[in-house]
């Protein structure tokens, strides 16, 4: 789910460098050359053997840690042995009483990732990587047979591309070493690597082998052929364990790459690599260029290739990689600036359970929604006695069944005991194992085993959660005791279709498809189809209606009325389920902006649920639209404590810090989020602003996502409407298209705009907007309006269907303003501001009020837009306005030498919550 609406090297690495500078008695700092979680890269001259070198400096709590900094210069001192000319040469470990890096090879050239990034249809074709791949096998043979090293995180952004054309493998040995000591001190799962290139064995925490790294090497071909990796949306980590991928054929054509086929023996042997059992996948790089059909790994890239690569240098990319892992531990207790240190966490309460995913070990793989349903019902029954803590789902699903780290996993989650189990099924027939454990002792508390009729499946539900209640000594209430004893409906069947709806709405959720929405809705349909007195199918239905219509598609009025309908028919079947009184809640809030309504029924919900970080966040986000910010970060606060996993709460306590203008937290905030997802586009989009309306230096928002995958850079969110809509200009051409208007390098900006074509509604109707907006602002007024004419008849048609979409207003108020159609522009645009004010909405109304200042700017009301802009400086609009962004903004150029605009720029601006 998105945002309602490489990060600060300070904090990784205190110590400041300057151009210039000599460190380590021997390097002279020439540049930065990347920032990411895991600190600051310079390029750097050794002045000693007179060399350009890359010099990486290790992040502080790496250095304080005298286990992981022996470990971590033990390890590098063994990469010294790689002498590969496709390897990227490490030349010394280097450390003085405060700072310590890795000076390596410095590398002029592009990754492999943003070589294929920068085609035209995004994708390669075989004969062109063959010459590379060939490389990479060879160098990866040496690697793996002679040095006995292993990568663990190969992937094409540490693939590089020098000016000869000649492949380069980045972080041999330091990928696993700075993963291993960074897991160790961070608490993380004990996995280092990147998700979606991962082995299932990696994926599991195993130790990395060999063979990890062949099935790496099939994923990164599968990339670079297709666009995307393997699995890349949904829950990854399941797919990746149990699911086959698609062909490579099949992938080009879902995604309209032509030609669509690949060769069959780079089909064969990528499929290989990809083999779940380590045993069928080929046993060496060497056999995977034999099966391939490569020839030697000495040959050259084409030239074609070498007279692509742009003239920039290129840091050690791979490593920031496993920055996200790092700021796991810095930023986990969540962005409060007057955190205390980790060594005064608050105590653990006793009476807490995370309960982990329960194992599928059907034999029908397909069965994988039913263990998760078993799973989630326990959870939730549990998740109702207030004498309990109870991690939310979001923050369990991650972790593997019957992991070996479980104090960690506890510590982690903050919690004494943890639940683990396994389901199986065939048939009628169902075997339920559990066992509660104290992780602090690692000893079972309580565990049993199940065998029931699938029938009787309520009753096994029942009687664990019973158990544990019992177990960890909780106090009930007579509601709560029957709430744990009670049977959803009498109907298996319908249960089962409840399940099967639970299992793509989480799905869809994840991946906000249209589609999967709409399998969601089928199953919950089917269950009450058959049993009518279903509230929680009936509740459920509703909320994933609900979800829909806020962030994919608006629903249409009768649709509304439908589900208004649903809920109503599940609170007169259970008067006290908090699924119905959550989905009332959202009805007022998304449906009619009824904030009082709605915080009623999410307070109620909290009542019935009371460790439902979900309603937690509801409630959150109901006091920020109300302007009531400190309370809104409070919620956020007690929700991270039931959902320390979840990306939307620290993702939406960072959006909160920005619209406060409080820049530091917010980016400290957006860090956590990007270390748990970092290919969150909200949270990139988040820090990218954060530095930017902070300091007005684009180069420096650039830079803030140096070392985050490519994919958190596509920021133009197309598509992603919803009844809030956006007001201002930069966010309907989409702010890295953006950045390069703010330098007025308007040529890169086009070219960047057009990079993608979107041929769908809304997507391509923003689309058309934003061009003309774009001609506009560069000052090319035909063919701003040649752009606009093509954009009108669409847009007005959009707005006729649509009368309250206030994106459309936004769009079709710049393309009457290409039109010079400036009273029109001027009528919606306030049309729109009027639609979502400021005093119906504190969060997203100055949104649309900088956009109406925009409007106002541009068609003669200068004295309006600079009140406006007054306006917004005296109050919390960080996401919008600040000094520094107007001192650079080409928006504002038509009122820029005015007086009044200029006094403005001097201050004051509302930093903090309104006083």
């Not at 009787?456 to 029942?462: G, H, P």
């Not at 988040?686 to 995958?709: E, K, Y």
């Not at 057009?754 to 774009?774: M, T």
Request: glycine fraction near 6%; aromatic fraction near 8%; include cysteine.
């Amino acid at each position: 789910m998105t945002n309602e609406h490489a990060g600060s090297v300070a904090a990784v690495t205190s110590r400041e460098f300057g151009s210039g500078q000599k460190v380590f008695g021997r390097y002279t700092l020439v540049k930065v050359l990347g920032r990411g979680g895991m600190g600051i890269v310079w390029l750097a001259r050794d002045e000693e053997l007179g060399r350009d070198v890359a010099l990486k400096f290790l992040p502080d709590l790496m250095i304080q840690d005298r286990a992981a900094f022996d470990q971590l210069k033990h390890e590098t001192k063994r990469c010294l042995e790689l002498t590969h000319p496709h390897i990227v040469r490490i030349h010394d470990f280097i450390h003085d009483e405060r700072s310590g890096g890795i000076s390596m090879e410095y590398i002029d050239g592009e990754t492999l990732s943003n070589l294929r990034s920068e085609k035209e249809r995004k994708a390669f074709e075989p004969d062109e990587i063959a010459a590379w791949i060939s490389q990479l096998c060879d160098a990866l043979d040496y690697a793996h047979n002679h040095a006995k090293i292993i990568h663990c995180d190969l992937k094409p952004a540490n693939l590089m591309v020098n000016q000869r054309g000649d492949l380069k493998i980045s972080d041999f040995g330091i990928a696993r070493s700075l993963g291993d000591s960074v897991s160790r001190l961070t608490l993380d799962q004990g996995r280092s690597g990147t998700l979606v290139y991962m082995s299932p064995q990696q994926l599991n925490g195993e130790r990395c082998t060999h063979l990890d790294d062949i099935y790496s090497l099939g994923a990164s071909i599968y990339e670079l052929l297709t666009i995307k990796p393997p699995f890349y949306s949904g829950n990854i980590d399941r797919q990746i364990c149990e699911r086959v991928a698609p062909s490579m054929t099949e992938r080009r054509k879902e995604l309209d790459i032509e030609p669509a086929l690949v060769p069959q023996p780079w089909e064969d042997a990528v499929a290989a690599c990809l083999a779940k059992d380590p045993s069928r996948r080929p046993q060496s790089a060497v056999e995977v260029a034999q099966r391939l059909q490569l020839s030697s790994g000495q040959a050259r890239a084409t030239t074609t290739f070498r007279k692509t690569l742009k003239r920039k240098p290129l840091f050690i990319a791979g490593i920031a990689a496993v920055g996200a892992l790092l700021l796991a531990g810095i930023y986990f207790g969540g962005p409060n600036r007057h955190a205390k240190p980790a060594s005064h966490e608050p105590a653990i309460p006793e009476k807490s359970i995370a309960v982990l995913p329960f194992e599928n070990r059907s034999e029908e793989k397909a069965n994988a929604y039913f263990a998760e349903g078993i799973q989630d019902e326990i959870l939730t029954r549990l998740s109702k006695i207030a004498d309990l803590k109870v991690i939310s789902r979001t923050s369990t699903q991650h972790y593997k069944s019957a992991p070996e780290n479980l104090r960690e996993i506890a510590r982690e989650l903050g919690v004494a005991h943890i639940l683990e189990g396994s389901v199986q099924k065939s048939g009628d027939a169902v075997r339920v194992n559990v066992q509660l454990i104290n992780a602090a002792t690692d000893s079972h508390v309580w565990a049993d085993t199940f065998d029931r009729k699938l029938t009787d499946i309520f009753s096994v539900e029942s009687e664990v959660s019973q158990k544990i209640a019992a177990a960890l000594q909780a106090n009930l209430s007579p509601n709560e005791s029957h709430v744990l004893a009670a049977v959803r409906t009498p109907d298996t069947e319908a249960y089962d279709l409840f399940l099967r709806g639970e299992y793509e709405i989480r799905q869809a959720q994840s991946n906000e498809s249209a589609e999967t929405y709409d399998r969601a809705d089928a199953f919950y349909r089917q269950a009450l189809a058959r049993d009518p007195n279903f509230a929680e199918a009936a509740a459920a239905l509703a909320r994933g209606r609900l979800t829909r219509h806020w962030f994919v598609s608006p629903l249409e009025p009768a649709e509304l009325e439908e589900v208004k309908s649903l809920i109503d028919r599940a609170l007169a079947l259970a008067p006290n389920s908090p699924q119905a009184h959550l989905a009332l809640g959202l009805f007022f809030y998304w449906c009619h902006r009824q904030y009082d309504v709605a915080l009623t029924e999410f307070n109620r919900t909290l009542e019935l649920q009371p460790n439902s970080a979900l309603a937690r966040t509801y409630c959150a986000w109901v006091y920020r639209r109300r302007g009531e910010w400190e309370r809104s970060l409070a919620e956020f606060q007690r929700a991270q404590e039931l959902d320390p996993r979840d990306v939307q709460i620290p993702q939406n306590i960072g959006a909160t810090y920005l619209t406060l203008r409080q820049w530091k937290d917010a980016e400290q905030a957006e860090l956590r989020a990007l270390a748990i997802d970092p290919d969150n586009g909200w949270s990139a989009l988040s820090l990218l602003i954060s530095h930017l309306n902070a300091t007005g230096d684009v180069g420096a928002a650039r830079r803030a996502l140096d070392g985050f995958p490519e994919a958190t850079k596509s920021l133009t969110l197309v598509s992603r409407r919803s009844p809030t809509g956006i007001g201002d200009v930069a966010f309907m051409i989409g702010m890295w298209v953006y950045l390069d208007v703010m330098e007025r390098r308007f040529t890169e900006a086009f070219q960047a705009f057009d990079k993608e074509v979107v041929n769908k509604d809304p997507g391509r109707l923003q689309q058309l907007a934003g061009r003309a907006a774009l001609r506009l602002l560069a000052g090319e007024s035909d063919m701003a309006k040649s752009a606009g004419e093509e954009a009108l008849p669409s847009l007005e048609a959009r707005l006729r269907e649509r009368p309250d979409d206030t994106f459309a207003m936004t769009e079709l108020s710049w393309v009457y303003l290409a039109l010079r159609r400036n009273a029109d522009a001027l009528r919606l645009s306030r049309q729109a501001a009027d639609t979502i004010s400021i005093e119906k909405d504190a969060f997203s109304g100055p949104n649309f009020q900088i956009g109406l200042a925009q409007i106002e700017a541009r068609v003669g009301a200068p004295e309006e837009a600079i009140k406006r802009l007054r306006r917004l400086l005296s109050i919390p609009a960080g996401w919008e306005v600040s000094i520094a962004r107007l001192k650079i903004d080409p928006v504002w150029d038509p009122i820029r030498n005015r007086p009044d605009f200029q006094k403005l720029l001097s201050g004051p601006e509302q930093i903090g919550p309104n006083k």
